[in-house]
Structure formats: structure tokens, C-alpha cells
């Protein structure tokens, strides 16, 4: 037990690979994370309504039912619908990824990968809720020098407010809110729009550029997530 009482979360490891789940095992037991593991999709959707981990680490290439069916059970369970999800992927899979993010996979890390590379991963997700309940709903956001006002609707870079069309707004606030984490184009377009309004995909790539423009040496921050989609990212 480390000496700062921090809250021990739990880790659900659902992969079939025995030496991928040894090395996971042994580097989140060594950062104090209790870990439990399944073999197979079917297995892992039991022991995840059973025990309800923190946050379930899950490979997308199982046999049985694979990451991206167990996850669209995860989210269809009201018992297992917040649960926090990172997919592992091959690399070359971002449809697969796109799937798994519509589905509503809080991120996803690429294979192989780092041990510090998926801890920092970990703990960027599980802040990011810890944020959530923190914060609810505030009036104000504000990273690095932009703000934003949701009640005002207004976003203000240093002292300057931008001049955003209220796609814009809505846009930027929405990947501001939500900042580390990847969106597809779809689900930015449903943020931004609506699901009932017919507009393609694309309209988010000329939202982005117009709102990158603008924000000016800030605009990097929208960081483009090659096949995949965008994200807000802290400079
Ligand atoms: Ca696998």
C-alpha cells in the first residue's frame, strides 16, 4: 500500500496473448493498480460485471467475440456503461479505431508499446474523470491562454475574443472540455450539429481549419489524429 492514500484502482486486462498479460500485470501490480485478467471477450464481459473495474484495458484481436463486440456489450450494460476503456490495436487498424471510438472507447494505445507510454495513457484517462466529477458543470474552461465562457459563449484568447461562428464555439469547447482525448469526425459532427442534421464528415475538417486559423499560434493545439480524427492537446 503506498504511503499517500490515493484510491487503488482496479484493472481489468482482457487479452490472449499470456506474455503480453504477464508483462501488463507485472508493471500495473508494480504501480499499485489491483489487477485482474481474462482470456477471452466472453470471460472478460463476466469478470467486468462481476467486479466492475476502474477501467478496462482491452486487446481488439480476441478470439470468440472480439475488443470491438465486447465493447459494444460494455457500453449496451447499464452496470458496465461508464467503465473507462483503453483498446489495445495493431498498428495499420485505425478503422478499427474509429469503430472502437464510436463505441465509445475512452482511447486506445497502438502495439507495441512502452510501459511508460500506456501508464501515462492510464493516468491521463482516469484523471480525465476524476476532472469530470470535479468540475460538472462549469461556466468557465480555460488551458494555457484560452478561455472560454459557455454561458456568455464567448472565447477569448489572452485578452482577444475570437470572432467563431457558433460551430466554432461549439466545436472548440467541446474538444476544450474533453482535452487528451480522440474524437472521430462523427462524433464531433454530433457534438457540433446534432445527429439529425445531414452534413458529411468533411464539414469537420473546414470547422477545424477555420477554428486553427483563428486561434492562430494556439491553433496546433487541435492536433489532427492521422485516420482517426482530432483532439485537443495542451502545448
Ligand atoms: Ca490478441
Known sequence: MPATMAKTHSILIIEDEPD???V???????NHYKVAT????????QTARETLPDLVLLDLMLPGIDGLEVCRRLREDPRTRDLLVIMLTAKGTEADVVVGLTLGADDYIVK???????M???KAVLRRVEHREDEG???LLKTGPLTIDLRKHQARLSDVVLELTLSEFKLLSFLVRKKGRVFTRDQLLDAV???DVFVTARNIDVHVAALRKKLGKYGNCIV????VGYRFEET
Do not use: C, M
Open 38 to 45: 481474462a482470456n477471452t471477450g466472453e470471460e472478460g464481459l
Open 120 to 122: 501515462a495513457r492510464i
Open 137 to 139: 458543470e462549469q461556466d
Open 24 to 30: 501488463l500485470k507485472y508493471n500495473l501490480e508494480k
Open 224 to 227: 489532427t489524429v492521422r485516420g
Open 112 to 118: 507495441p508499446f512502452s510501459t511508460s507510454e500506456l
Open 193 to 195: 450539429v446534432g445527429p
Open 20 to 22: 503480453i498479460i504477464e
